[in-house]
C-alpha cells in the first residue's frame, strides 16, 4: 500500500499540488488520471521521490518515505520499479545489458544466473531475440516492453508508470496496458499508473485517480467513472466525439 | 553575484554525492577502465599533435628571438624544456582537454538528464552522480597526468626535429640546452597541475551536464557553461599552484 497524505508541491511560487491525500491499494493496478498539466506526473514523481514534496507524508506500507535518510532511501528504491514515458533505457546499453543492470549493481548473481533472468523477464514481455540490439533500433512499444522487463527484473514491490502508452498505437497500447495488469497481480505488487487514455481506465482502472488543478477532485473504479456527477471528471472522460456518442447511445 | 554562490554551493552538494563509496566496486572498475579509454587514450593523437607542433614553434621563436651573441645557443634548448615542462604541457593541454573531454562530458550526462535515464538509475536506488562521475575524475585525474608527460617528451622531439632538419640551431646546442640545469621538481610540479586541472575539467563539465534541464539546445548550452567555466577555473588555480608550489 502506497499512501500520501495531505500532500503540497510548488515550482516557484506556483502550487501545483494542493493538499492530495490518496491511498493506492496492493495488488491493484491504481491509475492516476487527468488533463494535461493537472499536475498528475508531478504527484507521479513526488511518489517515488524525484520531487521533494513541500508538505506532507508518503508511506510506502509502514515506511515512511518522507522520513527516511539518503541511504534508506536507496534501499527501498530499490524495491521500486519504475516504466518512464520514454522509455528511458540506458542508450550506451544493449537490451541485455539494460535488463541486467540492476543485478549486476545490487545481486551476486553469477552470469549465468543474470542472463537467465534476463530471458526470463524479456519472455514475460513477450520479446525474443532481442538482447543484443541497442534501444535505438527497437520500435516505441518494444522499448516500452524492455522498460517493463527491467522495471520487474528484481521482482520489484512497487511499479510505477508514467505514461505508458503515450506515442503507441491503440493496438500496442492495449498489449502494454494487459502486461502491466497482468504482472501486477502475477507478482502481487502496487503498480500506479499515471495516464489520460480513457482506453486504459476502462482496460485495467482497478482503482482510478482523477486529479484536476493540482488537487484530488473523485476517486473509484472504472464502473463507477461513467455514472459519476463530478463536473470536471465527466468534462475530461467525455471529452472524445467517441465517449459522447456512446453516452448517448446508452452503452 | 547570489548566482555564482548558488552554483558553488550546488557544486559541493554534488560532490558530497560524487565522493562517496561506490555501490558495487566492481561496477566502478570496468566503468574505470571504459573511462581511461575515453577521456584519457582518446586524446592521445590530439595532445600528440599539438604538442610537437607547438614544441617545434617554440624552438625557432627562441632561436630567433635571441639576438644578443653573449647568449648561449644552447639556452634555446633549456627554454624549450621550461616552456613545454612548467606551462605548456600541463595548462595548455588541459584548456585543449577542456574543450575535448568537457564537452563530451557535459553533453553525455546532460542527454541522461533530459532522456530520464538519470531518473531511472535514482529510482533503481543507485547513487546516479557517483555512478556516472566518480569513475571519469578518478580516471582523468589519475591517468591524465601521464598524458602531460607524454606531451613534454613529443613537445621536446618537435624541437629536436627542427634542430636535425633546419640550420635554426645545432643538434648539439640544442641537447646541451635539455640537460642544462634541470630540476626534477618541475616534473612534480607538472603532474600534480594537470591532475588538479583534470579532476577540475571532468567535475565542472559533469556538473553543469548534470544539472541539465530542457530540451537539446539546453544540453549545447550547457556543454559550453561547462568549457567556460573549466578553462577559467583552470587559469585561477594555475596561479594558485605555481604561487604555492615554486
Given amino acids: 500500500m502506497i499512501k500520501a497524505v495531505n500532500l503540497y508541491k510548488s515550482f516557484e511560487g506556483n502550487p501545483v499540488l494542493q493538499d492530495v491525500s490518496v491511498v493506492f491499494d496492493d495488488n491493484k493496478t491504481n491509475l492516476i488520471i487527468g488533463a494535461s498539466g493537472s499536475g498528475k506526473t508531478v504527484l507521479l514523481k513526488s511518489l517515488v521521490g524525484l520531487h521533494d514534496v513541500d508538505a506532507g507524508e508518503i508511506w510506502f506500507d509502514d515506511q515512511l518515505y518522507t522520513a527516511l535518510s539518503f541511504e534508506q532511501k536507496k534501499h527501498l528504491r530499490q524495491q521500486i520499479g519504475m516504466l518512464f514515458q520514454g522509455g528511458a533505457l540506458f542508450d550506451f546499453a544493449t537490451v541485455e545489458e539494460n535488463v541486467m543492470f540492476p543485478m549486476d549493481m545490487f545481486t551476486n548473481w553469477s552470469l549465468e544466473e543474470k542472463r537467465e533472468r534476463v530471458n526470463s523477464c524479456l519472455q514475460r514481455v513477450r520479446l525474443e531475440n532481442v538482447n543484443r540490439l541497442y534501444p535505438s533500433s527497437l520500435s516505441g512499444g518494444m522499448q516500452k516492453r524492455v522498460g517493463i522487463a527491467r522495471a520487474i527484473a528484481l521482482n520489484p514491490r512497487y511499479l510505477f508508470c508514467d505514461e505508458p502508452n503515450s506515442g503507441l498505437d491503440p493496438l500496442t497500447s492495449i498489449v502494454i496496458d494487459n502486461l502491466i495488469h497482468e504482472i501486477t497481480h502475477d507478482l502481487m505488487i502496487t503498480t500506479i499508473i499515471n495516464t489520460h487514455d480513457m482506453n486504459s481506465v476502462m482496460e485495467i482502472g482497478e482503482k482510478v485517480v482523477f486529479i484536476h488543478e493540482g488537487m484530488k477532485y473523485w476517486e473509484g473504479s472504472k464502473e463507477e467513472i461513467l455514472h459519476t456527477d463530478n463536473e470536471a471528471l465527466n468534462r475530461f472522460v467525455f471529452a472524445s466525439n467517441m465517449a459522447k456518442r456512446l453516452l448517448n447511445t446508452g452503452h | ?246
Fill in chain 2, 1 to 246: 553575484m547570489r548566482k555564482i554562490f548558488t552554483l558553488v554551493g550546488q557544486y559541493f552538494l554534488l560532490m558530497e554525492k560524487v565522493l562517496k563509496k561506490p555501490d558495487n566496486s566492481t561496477v566502478f572498475w570496468k566503468q574505470f577502465v571504459q573511462e581511461v579509454e575515453k577521456v584519457g587514450l582518446s586524446s592521445v593523437p590530439i595532445v600528440a599533435i599539438v604538442s610537437i607542433f607547438i614544441g617545434a614553434v617554440i624552438t625557432i621563436q627562441t632561436t630567433y628571438n635571441i639576438t644578443s651573441p653573449f647568449i648561449p645557443k644552447a639556452y634555446v634548448g633549456f627554454m624549450t624544456r621550461e616552456t613545454m615542462l612548467l606551462e605548456f604541457s600541463s595548462t595548455m593541454i588541459a584548456l585543449v582537454l577542456a574543450g575535448k573531454i568537457g564537452s563530451s562530458i557535459a553533453s553525455e550526462i546532460g542527454t541522461m538528464r533530459i532522456t530520464e535515464q538519470i531518473d531511472a538509475l535514482e529510482i533503481m536506488g543507485v547513487n546516479s552522480a557517483n555512478y556516472l562521475i566518480l569513475p571519469k575524475i578518478v580516471a582523468a585525474t589519475l591517468f591524465n597526468p601521464l598524458l602531460m608527460l607524454m606531451s613534454f617528451i613529443i613537445g621536446l622531439c618537435g624541437g629536436g626535429l627542427i634542430a636535425l632538419t633546419t640550420d635554426v640551431i645545432t643538434p648539439a646546442d640544442y641537447i646541451e640546452g635539455l640537460r642544462m640545469e634541470f630540476k626534477p621538481f618541475y616534473i612534480v610540479y607538472g603532474v600534480i597541475k594537470m591532475a588538479t586541472f583534470n579532476f577540475i575539467i571532468t567535475s565542472i563539465s559533469a556538473f553543469y551536464g548534470y544539472y541539465a534541464s530542457g530540451g537539446s539546445r539546453n544540453v549545447g548550452q550547457s556543454a559550453t557553461n561547462g568549457i567556460v567555466s573549466c578553462s577559467l577555473c583552470i587559469l585561477i588555480f594555475n596561479l594558485v599552484l605555481t604561487h604555492v608550489l615554486l
